[in-house]
T-cell receptor, first 108, second 115 residues
């Protein structure tokens, strides 16, 4: 089975940094993905980790520890447009298993 | 590359009616996936295709659901005798399986409302 946990909501101020944690227990592991989803829209790919460590892409970074079943997504220099749901997803053989998503609200 | 497209974007139907959704994947992608998402939840896997072969169906996919990908390009998802519990966003994704990350790219979804 798959169990993927992430906080339900987070609030931060424009220009600040927010870290979204994700813990997982899955029967198979072939990578961890982060997606951004604005209300009523499709999930948009942000990052992918398959090896331990930090992957940096502009204002977004993602970290993975496979031994701990843990990942985080770091959003820096927050902008109002970053207000969205952030989905953590683990890939087994082929399909993705998603957490329920973390709604991030950026305040001015 | 126009991305994954889905039609219709919205569908309102009465309980008991049949509905069909279409997904056009990114053109060179050989894998196509269907997910369902309800409010406040992440997407849940329904089924996937490798080219035209349907390789797995989730237990969420009851006998009322059928999916096809006849020529290994676009796919259709049909729901027969819709129920109110079928109301959800139906998402399609595609990927190119190369043995690497195989990122799945999602379409805009079809929002189904069953009255």
């Amino acid at each position: 089975g798959q169990n993927i946990d992430q906080p339900t909501e987070m609030t931060a101020t424009e220009g600040a940094i927010v870290q979204i944690n994700c813990t997982y227990q899955t029967s198979g592991f072939n990578g961890l993905f982060w997606y951004q989803q604005h209300a009523g829209e499709a999930p948009t790919f942000l990052s992918y980790n398959v090896l331990d460590g930090l992957e940096e892409k502009g204002r977004f970074s993602s970290f993975l520890s496979r031994s701990k079943g843990y990942s985080y997504l770091l959003l820096k220099e927050l902008q109002m447009k970053d207000s969205a749901s952030y989905l953590c997803a683990v890939r087994g053989d082929y399909k993705l298993s998603f957490g329920a998503g973390t709604t991030v609200t950026v305040r001015a | 590359d126009t991305g994954v497209s889905q039609n219709p974007r919205h569908k309102i139907t009465k309980r008991g009616q049949n509905v069909t959704f279409r997904c056009d994947p990114i053109s060179e992608h050989n894998r196509l996936y269907w997910y369902r998402q309800t409010l406040g939840q992440g997407p849940e896997f329904l089924t996937y295709f490798q080219n035209e072969a349907q390789l797995e169906k989730s237990r969420l996919l009851s006998d009322r659901f059928s999916a096809e990908r006849p020529k290994g390009s676009f796919s259709t998802l049909e729901i027969q005798r819709t129920e109110q519990g079928d109301s959800a966003m139906y998402l399609c994704a595609s990927s190119l399986e190369t043995g690497g990350g195989n990122t799945q790219y999602f379409g805009p979804g079809t929002r189904l409302t069953v009255l």
